[in-house]
């Protein structure tokens, strides 16, 4: 009775695997396959290779069931990459258009000019930031107020971590500031 099942979860596998064409969704996945004149071999395929003809019917339905390899059927073959991909070639969909991911980080699609102005921005808040962080760390451990001779930067710093609006402490003058937080 047990080889009656198994002969039927067999041939539900075999007409599985003849209707289409099955691919790696999970990193990797081992496949049995019976080769040329019955060889058997196991072989490592990973995410987005195309399941060999000749694999194993019952290791298909565990890999199905184990949600490591699925049919092919319009969905992308990675569905976690970073890019678009023709879900039958794997193929970046970018490329294919002529675009490029830049190395940057910048997004395949801006145009050069948007690609620039993104990089510059970025830069430019880099370069803002380390600004403050140095402001910062002239400003007193205890919390107390800075020395009359500090820069407006780490004045503006501490009107900031006193709960003054960063944009408005910048615009003000360091006498400004000094007479907002003694009222405060």
Not at 48 to 75: N, T, Y
Not at 84 to 95: H, K
């Amino acid at each position: 009775m047990a080889d009656d099942t198994t002969n039927e979860t067999r041939e539900d596998a075999t007409a599985e695997s003849a209707a289409g064409r099955y691919q790696v969704i999970g990193e990797c996945a081992h496949v049995n396959v019976v080769g040329i004149g019955g060889v058997h071999s196991v072989q490592l395929i990973y995410k987005g290779a195309f399941v060999p003809e000749g694999i194993d019917p019952e290791r298909l339905k565990h890999l199905i069931r184990s949600e490591l390899v699925a049919k092919v059927d319009g969905e992308p073959i990675a569905p976690n990459a970073a890019i678009d991909q023709d879900p039958n070639t794997g193929a970046s969909l970018s490329a294919a258009k002529g675009e490029t991911v830049g190395g940057d980080g910048t997004h395949p699609t801006l145009s050069d000019e948007q690609r620039e102005a993104q990089r510059k921005a970025a830069e430019d808040n880099t370069a803002v930031e380390q600004k403050r962080a140095a402001a910062r760390s002239k400003l007193p451990a205890d919390g107390s107020a800075p020395d009359g001779r500090a820069s407006h930067e780490v004045w503006v710093e501490y009107a900031v971590s006193k709960g003054l609006d960063r944009s408005e402490a910048e615009k003000a003058s360091k006498e400004d500031l000094k007479q907002a937080l003694a009222q405060k």
